[in-house]
């Protein structure tokens, strides 16, 4: 999963097997190991909940977590829709999209997991 975040936006990206755990109900989650002296790891993480109709995010003890409604996850994971998001009116955008595997090769990079790119 990479995360993006500029201004008050947030951009999640998943790959094949994230989408498929997400859609099963389970949680995926990332560390940023920090390794300064005296620093927090950073973490965030994924979390399909059955407890609301709308995405949204908490952030507590150096943790960002985004609630994606179980059901929404579960449509989504089985179309061919791309990206899903908060609605317009929302303080903070979340957005959660497929990962695609990029049009060139990137050195150091596996993109096996990654959705097929339409481009290509």
């Known amino acids: 999963m990479k995360l993006r975040i500029h201004k008050n936006s947030i951009r999640l990206r998943l790959s094949q097997r994230e989408v498929d755990e997400i859609s099963q109900g389970n949680p995926i989650h990332e560390l940023v190991e920090m390794g300064g002296p005296g620093s927090q790891d950073f973490g965030y993480h994924l979390v399909p909940t059955d407890g609301s109709e709308e995405i949204y995010a908490v952030y507590a003890e150096n943790q960002l977590k985004i609630f994606f409604p179980l059901h929404q996850a579960t449509d989504w994971a089985q179309s061919e829709t791309v990206s899903v998001i908060t609605p317009s009116e929302s303080k903070l955008a979340i957005l959660i999209e497929k990962d695609f595997q990029c049009l060139h090769e990137r050195p ?13």
Not at 108 to 120: L, Q, R, T, V, Y
């Open 108 to 120: 150091g990079e596996d993109e096996s997991n990654n959705f097929p790119n339409p481009s290509a």
